[in-house]
């Protein structure tokens, strides 16, 4: 089983509509979250991130975690083509002997016009 | 968010010869660097992790003889391929953190002739 595991897509959404990103992990002692945006041929950005249990908004982002289940989400309201791009969901386990993100694979959105 | 500059943004190098890639952070000081390795249509793999005034940690299956990495100050990290091969291609990435963030760099895309 992966550590982090996201679906790789494609996701594909009309133009103004809600994007639902998900993201599961294994390791149930993990604190701090993440939800990075890369463009094609550019380097991850910082978009979210979470460390409680909930929901967080900015913007027309907002992300949810759920310790329990182990996952967590990220929804764009909204949609615009510039959001197209492949969304990186990240995730901070105690385990790590630098506490480094282990990443998903990635979901690569597409927003129709 | 936290600035974090990589130079140069694009190399091309003949195979053999070496290649040095600077990451900073600019306006924060980071203790601890990531270099990530990217191929295209894949996801971020970490190549190591660079400790300020300490030997860097690899991960497993990355050559540390190959791959250099020296972290002389709170604010610079350099990652040296040497002996490049074509295989060597690829999307080098750094990453810093900043508190509980971690920030990229924009990217490095080395092409080896």
């Known amino acids: 089983q992966k550590e982090v595991e996201q679906n790789s897509g494609p996701l594909s959404v009309p133009e103004g509509a809600i994007a639902s990103l998900n993201c599961t992990y294994s390791d149930r002692g993990s604190q701090s979250f993440f939800w990075y945006r890369q463009y094609s041929g550019k380097s991850p950005e910082l978009i979210m991130f979470i460390y409680s249990n909930g929901d967080k908004e900015d913007g027309r982002f907002t992300a949810q975690l759920n310790k329990a289940s182990q996952y967590v989400s990220l929804l764009i309201r909204d949609s615009q083509p510039s959001d197209s791009a492949t969304y990186l969901c990240?995730?901070?386990?105690?385990?790590?002997?630098?506490?480094?993100?282990?990443f998903g694979s990635g979901t690569q959105l597409t927003v129709l016009p | 968010g936290a600035v974090v500059s990589q130079h140069p943004s694009r190399v091309i190098c003949k195979s053999g010869t070496s290649v040095k890639i600077e990451c900073r952070s600019l306006?924060?000081?980071?203790?601890?660097m990531f270099w990530y390795r990217q191929f295209p249509k894949k996801s971020l793999m970490l190549m190591a992790t660079?400790?300020?005034?300490?030997?860097?940690?690899?991960e497993q299956g990355v050559e540390k003889d190959k791959f250099l990495i020296n972290h002389a100050s709170l604010t610079l990290s350099t990652l040296t391929v040497t002996s490049a091969h074509p295989e060597d291609s690829s999307f080098y990435i750094c990453?810093?953190?900043?508190?509980?963030?971690?920030?990229f760099g924009p990217g490095t895309r080395l092409t080896v002739t």
């Open positions: 660079s400790n300020e005034g300490s030997k860097a940690t690899y």
């Open positions: 306006d924060f000081q980071a203790t601890t």
């Open positions: 990453s810093a953190r900043d508190g509980g963030e971690q920030y």
């Open positions: 990240a995730v901070r386990t105690p385990s790590g002997s630098a506490r480094q993100l282990t």
